[in-house]
């Protein structure tokens, strides 16, 4: 697989954005999911740097400092599993639409919906667990594997709509 080069520019689609304040994934998946008051998927999102997404359950939170933000691409979502898995089942919180993101690991990308640029290090591949299985289908944690989306810190504070964005790579991700 060739690296993603710096100044990549396309145009690309933001299908869903999702904000949780609270964990729905804990315990057995026999069990099922806790209850999501708000229900999570939103139009806009407001993402500050170094915290993550504002009302999301990761913001500020020092354990997911370099993971308060997940990214996944619509294109790897499990459909012939469930036609109608989306933000809510893989509980990442921002899909998109014409990018592999899971390709951009080690890599800064900017996403702008129109209110400006959004710049994101993307720390590392989101592992699938075994909820998947419970809440897409048997065999969705499987088929998710290498391509369950990224992890990501925000190095820019900025707003984040449902439509179209504009992608870019800025460039290789600092190591700490």
Not at 47 to 68: E, K, M, T
Not at 134 to 157: E, F, M, N, W
């Amino acid at each position: 697989m060739s690296s993603p080069q710096a100044t990549h520019d396309k145009v690309v689609q933001v299908v869903q954005l999702l904000v949780s304040p609270v964990h729905r994934y804990s315990g057995r998946p026999a069990e099922g999911p806790s209850p999501d008051p708000v229900g999570g998927l939103v139009q806009h999102i407001r993402v500050r740097r170094n915290l993550g997404i504002v009302g999301d359950r990761y913001f500020a939170q020092p354990a997911h400092r370099d993971a308060s933000v997940t990214i996944m691409s619509e294109e790897n979502l499990r459909t012939h599993i469930d036609p109608a898995v989306g933000l809510q089942q893989t509980r990442r919180n921002i899909l998109l639409r014409g990018v592999d993101i899971d390709a951009y690991i080690d890599r800064v990308v900017e996403l702008d919906t129109g209110d400006g640029p959004v710049e994101f290090a993307i720390n590392r591949a989101a592992r699938p667990c075994a909820w998947m299985d419970a809440v897409i289908g048997p065999g969705a944690q499987r088929a998710l594997r290498g391509k369950g989306g990224v992890r990501c810190t925000p190095l820019s504070d900025g707003i984040l709509r449902i439509g179209k964005a504009d992608f870019r790579v800025v460039g290789p991700r600092e190591q700490r």
